[in-house]
């Protein structure tokens, strides 16, 4: 009987913010080392919250080994090698660009600014500092999206002509939903748009390529919710309820982009169909395991839609399980990321999206808004 | 044992064109008046078509009592009433105009005609005749979008906020398709705007309501095609394979309009989803009898999409069978179309979708063309 | 300008029963020369319902020349060529032996009769006589079915080893609704096992050939009824609510049938699911116009069902339309009924279902009865 | 700055086995511990494997402690709480005995035994100790079976009248996947009956209720399969590859449920539809996180299946993600699973299914093997 090693290189995160995305990476965290085969052990070092009490709670409940209320500490501290950033918008650039200085490597949440000038600021920081970075667009990593890069990617089904894509929830549909900091500009940037549309135009970026035109508009259907806490109070929603656009590609496909957060029903309703000169691809994120492809190399008389469900035959699939269709989740998927995460730090490879292509989401979304106020094509 | 009696009304029938829609009309226009209790019965009374052995031939297989090679000889028959209208779109004016001039009722498939121009001097022509006017778009009649426009009527889904239609079908997906009329401006005017388009703009007005400003992108993905019988020729495609566009209703609703005929996998693909502020729609015409409804009334953990499967219940489907869920098919929607055409004309009823309402139709397509031209918004 | 001509063949016939059969019939006759190229011309003749004036309102509403009260005249009628029985189960011994006695072809409604006793004398009767018998199990003549039937055929899928079928609706879910025929085994017969589970018998004999043996259970979930225009009273049901078999095939391969008639939900539960040694085929009769196909021979990683939407590359669907995907509908299979029903005729072939297809339904169904009655396995 | 304390409370693993199930176990012991909140910690101690060297680079990738090539030397390891059992079939009932003499609680992997006969020893082995027992029928800890449970429990769905439960995969569908020790009596007892069917018969129990009496067939449908490293040497397969059954429960319920290790196309098939007096519920796993449900409740013109998307509302998932719909993964099942474990272990409560619960699945199983070879029912 006997001990197991340790790889000998550790990797040790630092996390700042437990909110509905921090946990997700600790846990993540907890199982990719298992899940792959990596190049480093990871090890959660230290997590940050607003209050002593409260990052030592979440320490305890994320498996940390220490806890701070101080994310400038844990930004410097020693035995951090990446800073973890799951943080409300509006901090990720003082956060980021503190790592940066300290030499650390940074994965952050999305959207990565609140806004272009931000984003670029953050991203030329890193790329001076030669620091790795990584930004959560975590729906890239689901291995449906990356068969649907290999499909298009290998030309099976031609040329990439059009690609409608939209991000739907619903959880401010009710009007009675209380404001909060996502509502507000100052705090937030965009509404939606930042929020999940951030993620429907990395994806259309993933999938076919860079976006150099755009036409959009946007709507804050309910302009005031109650304040929590102060019955008989509202405040103003300072940003969009739902937006849309036409986009054009620098490959000269076109597309649309969608993204709400009052479309009743759709509850994780990341979409996209990608129309191809030989063939379609259909997805939805509310069905993360399947991808349906369409072939103009099926006969005529037998050509339909595929339902592929994801399997060890696809990418990533078969680290999580050996039998297939017997489904990834939502966390799986923060793994992946984890691993490309360690990947990337440990073996100097480049790491995607990175603060530069998530700079670049920043750059469609404030194009999206400057074209809405001046009703326009705007050209990036 | 005795003889039965036809009512003493009858509604004769002038049928032009004997195509794909030609003979839906006809198979209509026979199992209509079993279908429905109607007011009139319908006889096929005299049909056109280019040659007389061609109308003789079609006339036998159409169950047409008189042919002819002379569609104006046809417009002015005095045993004719209803001038129906099936040849292609370039032609729809001239005979629409005589038809009218000859004080007849005209059913017409759509797109109504060439340009908004055009179908504004034949809603003027039949609105100063007063005769009766209908325009094929059969998909409104299709008793799942019925029930959707009693769904949003009555207020269940709340007030309309987003639109997202399309019709896609991918019929001249293949660049090997050779060139035809509707390829070429002179006779088809607009590409897929107009094939299928109008089928998803006329939706997207009867569901939500008048659009008042559209922000639009065509392409010609497919510049040439070959020329059939003439082998290594090759025409230009003069008119847009795929088309979207970003829409303003009237009443504050946002949407987006997508058409494509290049669409691989998409056969009817006429889609919507409605979302309002209290539910949402979701339609697809290749299951065109289910609708799903989400609704906010719903509790939180038992909420979700009711797939709704058409049945007697709903509107109309009861007369073609009193089994719930047994399914309506593409030429059911045209035996409701005749049934509104009897009724209208014979009760001398206002006629749904009529001249004026197709310009409405033609209308948006020149505005989105005009859009794309001028890459601005068009106010309508 | 000419007048066409009829075809100089004509078929005459004599409906009997008007409820939701034979409307269904009704609106086919009328449809099917259009639709189809038929060899002969049809006649809506005679009708027969139970008292004259219901005789006489029938027929104007379903296009019939003339009407009586009396069925055993029709059957003997002169001008009638094929006597359509769409009258409850318990007639159609008497009137199909009165029809093939008078030499008509005859059209029955499934299930052909009450037992497999009587279906026997019936087939055997029609067979000396030499007149032709269609039975109306038109869920075989659904495209999708005649598709999943050429698929079989051409050994696109191997061998069948397997097929699971059910046949459920809801109708008399509800403890609610009130006594009938249906209920009282004297008019009846068997219950949900006639009524629907004809059907998918029928279809697994269709799609995978002879059954020899069955181990069936059935279950009478709701006892009693009440009594329609009796407050208070309740009647006894007689026969079952729901069953379900294990069945062996000629060919080695297993199956389950099952139907119920209390099924929540399902509305037009027709399901099957076909699997080979070399692929599988799934179909949904709510969702007519697909089959879903997987086929062994495409690569792991490109495998999936493929939804085939109907068209005109698939069975008797160019007929109605010419664009593939937009839909049949459930009284477009009794038109295809109604061709093969003319064409057998007219062009003396055999037609199917005949009545001994629809005897070896029968013989399913009572030996299912009698395996539940004895407990044990019961060989055909 | 300060660390975080572990709670007092551990729970030390010995994993036998490493495949599938030891990975997906392994998984789920470092995932669960931060999913949720767990009365103790959870120490992945020692791991055994067949040689000394893949033991220790099991435990490498694994992340456990310690490793051994003797598994006896495991179950009697002062550091080991509970003995994890993910070895093949045959090898369940020396391991569990063992790990029960030694007075370890036991989490074993299904199906518990070869036999009924087995599994009851092993069961009043775990009893007679007082020694806590879990086995891994995972499908029941998804939140949407739990949640169909709930349905039921609450009445949602009235009586439970009918049951229908398949779990169908395609693993062995191809003639040329070589034997294994799968396909031998000796090793692995039944089929598919055992590796997929006590999924399915564990879920009928969970959902329904205990199981009285079964109708069955069995058939193995390729009879020889080619032997791994031994060209043109074929060994005979010596179980059943497809299986299905009649079932009554002692609610009254009937049933069918249906296992095939050769229904090509069925990745994950497992799939149940419970028919209710007053609902129903579909569900199918490959579609994991989401369930259908209709109620009578609905008024007839609104009802319809509603599709559920799996959100925190519902049991468990709340833990993995506040978002609704985000998907939940195979993994997390065993997540689910160690969380049982755990929490019935430190807290003394009921674990489910526990050792008689699949004692209960193993003797249905072999009552249909029973009532194949005599050709009758067998009450249990």
């Known amino acids: 009987m006997t001990s197991t090693q340790a790889t000998d290189k550790t990797l040790r995160i630092g996390l700042v913010g437990t909110g509905f995305m921090g946990k997700a990476h600790a846990i993540a965290y907890h199982a990719a080392p298992t899940v792959f085969p ?33 994310w400038r500490a844990l930004v410097r501290d020693d035995r951090v090698d990446v800073v973890d950033i799951c943080s409300p918008n509006f901090l ?17 949440e999305k959207p990565l600014a609140l806004n272009a000038t931000d984003a670029l600021e953050m991203t030329l920081a890193a790329e001076t500092a030669g620091v ?33 894509g939209t991000h739907n929830e619903d959880y401010l549909a009710d009007p009675n939903v ?19 549309g951030s ?24 302009p005031q919710r109650p304040v929590a806490g102060n019955p008989g109070a509202f405040a103003e929603v300072e940003n969009e309820d739902q937006a849309h656009c036409l986009v054009r590609f620098d490959n000269g496909a076109q597309g649309t982009l969608e993204t709400s957060r009052i479309a009743w ?68 998927q ?7 995460l360690v990947e990337g730090i440990v073996n100097d490879r480049p790491l995607w999206p990175d603060f530069r292509a998530a700079f670049e989401v ?10 809405h106020a001046e009703g326009r094509w705007i050209r990036l």
């Open 199 to 222: 993620h429907i135009i990395n994806m259309a970026q993933y999938l076919v390529g860079g976006i150099s035109e755009v036409s959009g508009d946007l709507k804050t259907v309910i």
């Open 92 to 108: 990720h650039k003082d956060m980021a660009l503190a790592a940066i200085a300290a030499g650390k490597h940074v994965y952050c």
């Open 265 to 332: 029903g759709r509850k994780m309703g990341l979409t996209y169909e990608v129309t191809g000169t030989r063939g379609s691809l259909v997805f939805d994120q509310e069905r993360m395991s399947e991808l349906k492809l369409y072939t103009a190399t099926d006969p005529g008389h037998r050509a339909g839609f595929r339902t592929l469900l994801i399997g060890p035959d696809h990418p990533d699939y078969a680290h999580f399980c050996v039998g297939p269709g017997h489904g990834i989740g939502y966390n799986d």
């Open 132 to 164: 790795k970075t990584l930004v959560g667009f975590n729906y890239a990593k689901n291995p449906a999206a990356q068969l649907a890069k290999e499909i298009i990617a290998a030309g099976e089904i031609g040329e990439v002509v059009h690609f409608r």
């Open 362 to 371: 920043n750059r469609v979304i404030d194009a999206i808004e400057q074209s």
């Open 334 to 340: 923060k793994a992946i990321e984890v691993r490309d």
């Open 38 to 70: 990596l190049s480093a052990s990871v090890t959660c070092e230290l997590l940050a919250e607003v209050t002593a009490d409260l990052a030592e709670q979440k320490a305890r409940e994320l498996g940390f080994r220490r806890a701070t209320d101080n």
């Open 178 to 196: 209380p404001h909060s900091w996502r509502l507000k500009r100052e705090f937030s940037g965009s509404g939606t748009l930042g929020d999940m």
